[in-house]
């Protein structure tokens, strides 16, 4: 694909519209002249249409074809078009394959991603985790592109300032964005955890002042009583879902609360997270593909832990994954998060137990950081809430979640002794006291029982 030195903005971005509405991919770009004209080598290396700033597909070779949908970075949209679900292929022989396609809408090359349809076989396949990566290197490419594009066209020096300072803005999360990227957010004012009594699992709502989030969501038993725990908060919209990893007792809960969202008007999710897994460790079962399914029904894009601090106006949330990927439990490949909530805390562990801790510690993940609340990891069990782990945390408060008489015995004496050194009698059990609730002010902390 070629454009004459003299072509305009206007043309080229004609060009790439034909092209891709008429799903011809180009093997080469030859431009490289310093004109308007250039657009099309501006989006051979970006794969940004840098008149809308928005992505667009451009292999560049064989192996590039047949991995674009994963391996391409993505420059997310702040609100991510309806429908939209992205995909990876590219996977190991016998996996299921998810293929990215353009949209035909008219005047722009924004990335659609088509609901995956899936072939039932006898033997459970492995679905990879859809991914939305980012890059830096990708954002300061926007943002350099967007500088240069309306003064080459002829714009004026203030409207070029405008013009870049918005990209910039959507590059960077802007006002919409839901995630911002080492960004804690204002710290100040109040939140609310409400560590909820889903029997033998786990889920915590965390509310602020301008933004709600769910991590986990008990077993499938526990969805109509999260539901009704969501309208009793008043909660119409979860800004995020995160899996801490993919066990019943933790995602279960999840596809009836997708599918709720999906068919009802007082419930929206935004976002999703979950965590990587190695091949061999992606779930084959039916909870989780239900918990897919869920995902796509609401045409959302499952998002990938990465280290990320995600703005919730009165608070922040620092996304911590698991360092590890060579464990022989899923629960250690569990993510971890750190809310920050003016001068208090709280860390919430997934299933963490000793070979994630210890992976945490040695590699610096948790360096400086102290809570005041820790949800005790798995359930209070014995191979979790290690005694290197809590000198580094340092937690005043604790929080079990854990079924009344469940059969593994949880929480084993040995971690609530471990606990008892820095939190006393401060110690809650969703088991004995039903949902617990911890309100901050951003200075003190308040705690309520629902027994």
Same mark, same amino acid.
Not at 65 to 71: D, E, I, N, R
Not at 150 to 155: A, D, I, T, V, Y
């Given at each position: 694909?070629? /454009?004459?030195? $003299?072509?305009?903005?206007?043309?080229?971005?004609?060009?790439?519209?034909?092209?891709?509405?008429?799903?011809?991919?180009?093997?080469?770009?030859?431009?490289?002249?310093?004109?308007?004209?250039?657009?099309?080598?501006?989006?051979?290396?970006?794969?940004?249409?840098?008149?809308?700033?928005?992505?667009?597909?451009?292999? #560049?070779?064989?192996?590039?074809?047949?991995?674009?949908?994963?391996?391409?970075?993505?420059?997310?949209?702040?609100?991510?078009? @309806?429908?939209?679900?992205?995909?990876?292929?590219?996977?190991?022989?016998?996996?299921?394959?998810? #293929? =990215?396609?353009?949209?035909?809408?008219?005047?722009?090359?924004?990335?659609?991603?088509? #609901?995956?349809?899936?072939?039932?076989?006898?033997?459970?396949?492995?679905?990879?985790?859809?991914?939305?990566?980012?890059?830096?290197?990708?954002?300061?490419?926007?943002?350099?592109?967007?500088?240069?594009?309306?003064?080459?066209?002829?714009?004026?020096?203030?409207? +070029?300032? /405008?013009?870049?300072?918005?990209?910039?803005?959507?590059?960077?999360?802007?006002?919409? $964005? =839901?995630?911002?990227?080492?960004?804690?957010?204002?710290?100040?004012?109040?939140? &609310?955890?409400?560590?909820?009594?889903?029997?033998?699992?786990?889920?915590?709502?965390?509310?602020?002042?301008?933004?709600?989030?769910?991590?986990?969501?008990?077993?499938?038993? +526990?969805?109509?009583?999260?539901? =009704?725990?969501?309208?009793?908060?008043? *909660?119409?919209?979860?800004?995020?879902?995160? $899996?801490?990893?993919?066990?019943?007792?933790?995602?279960?809960?999840?596809?009836?609360?997708?599918?709720? =969202?999906?068919?009802?008007?007082?419930?929206?999710?935004?976002?999703?997270?979950?965590?990587?897994?190695?091949?061999?460790?992606?779930?084959?079962?039916?909870?989780?593909? %239900?918990?897919?399914?869920?995902?796509?029904?609401?045409?959302?894009?499952?998002?990938? @832990?990465?280290?990320?601090?995600?703005?919730? $106006?009165?608070?922040?949330?620092?996304?911590?994954?698991?360092?590890?990927?060579?464990?022989?439990?899923?629960?250690?490949?569990?993510?971890?998060?750190?809310? &920050?909530?003016?001068?208090?805390?709280?860390?919430?562990?997934?299933?963490?137990? #000793?070979?994630?801790?210890?992976?945490?510690?040695?590699?610096?993940?948790?360096?400086? *950081?102290?809570?005041?609340?820790?949800?005790?990891?798995?359930?209070?069990?014995?191979?979790? /809430?290690? +005694?290197?782990?809590?000198?580094?945390?340092?937690?005043?408060?604790?929080?079990?979640?854990?079924?009344?008489?469940? /059969?593994?015995?949880?929480?084993?004496?040995?971690?609530?002794?471990?606990?008892?050194?820095?939190?006393?009698?401060?110690?809650?059990?969703?088991?004995?006291?039903?949902?617990?609730?911890?309100?901050?002010?951003?200075?003190?902390?308040?705690?309520?029982?629902? %027994?």
């Amino acid at each position: 694909m070629s /454009s004459h030195p $003299g072509s305009t903005l206007q043309e080229a971005v004609k060009l790439s519209l034909f092209l891709r509405d008429n799903g011809i991919h180009p093997e080469q770009v030859q431009d490289f002249y310093p004109t308007p004209g250039t657009i099309s080598t501006c989006m051979y290396y970006t794969e940004l249409d840098p008149y809308t700033m928005e992505p667009v597909y451009v292999p #560049k070779n064989t192996q590039r074809k047949s991995h674009a949908a994963c391996a391409a970075p993505i420059l997310s949209a702040p609100e991510p078009p @309806a429908g939209a679900v992205c995909t990876e292929t590219g996977r190991t022989a016998g996996s299921d394959r998810h #293929k =990215a396609g353009l949209s035909g809408r008219t005047g722009t090359a924004r990335r659609q991603f088509p #609901k995956t349809v899936r072939k039932r076989t006898a033997t459970p396949q492995r679905r990879r985790i859809p991914t939305k990566p980012q890059t830096i290197f990708q954002k300061i490419t926007a943002a350099l592109i967007a500088a240069a594009l309306p003064l080459l066209s002829g714009c004026s020096l203030d409207d +070029a300032e /405008s013009y870049l300072t918005d990209t910039i803005q959507q590059a960077f999360g802007g006002e919409d $964005g =839901a995630e911002a990227e080492n960004n804690g957010g204002s710290g100040t004012g109040s939140c &609310t955890v409400h560590f909820l009594d889903v029997g033998q699992g786990d889920s915590e709502l965390i509310v602020t002042d301008t933004a709600a989030v769910l991590i986990d969501a008990g077993e499938q038993s +526990a969805a109509d009583d999260i539901l =009704a725990d969501l309208q009793q908060y008043g *909660i119409t919209k979860l800004d995020w879902i995160i $899996g801490t990893h993919p066990h019943a007792d933790h995602i279960g809960g999840f596809p009836d609360i997708l599918s709720y =969202a999906a068919q009802n008007s007082d419930l929206t999710i935004s976002n999703v997270m979950i965590p990587q897994l190695p091949d061999d460790m992606i779930p084959t079962t039916r909870t989780y593909e %239900k918990f897919l399914d869920g995902v796509d029904e609401n045409g959302l894009i499952l998002t990938q @832990a990465t280290d990320i601090t995600i703005d919730l $106006g009165s608070a922040s949330l620092e996304i911590i994954p698991s360092p590890g990927n060579d464990y022989s439990s899923l629960n250690d490949y569990s993510i971890c998060a750190y809310l &920050t909530c003016g001068d208090t805390s709280f860390f919430f562990t997934g299933d963490a137990s #000793k070979p994630e801790e210890k992976d945490l510690l040695r590699s610096g993940a948790l360096d400086g *950081i102290q809570a005041d609340v820790l949800k005790v990891g798995h359930h209070g069990s014995r191979e979790s /809430s290690t +005694a290197d782990f809590l000198a580094q945390l340092q937690p005043s408060y604790a929080v079990i979640s854990c079924g009344a008489g469940n /059969s593994y015995g949880h929480p084993h004496s040995e971690a609530v002794e471990r606990l008892q050194q820095y939190c006393g009698d401060q110690i809650w059990r969703t088991d004995e006291s039903g949902t617990v609730t911890i309100q901050s002010d951003g200075a003190s902390l308040t705690v309520s029982t629902e %027994k």
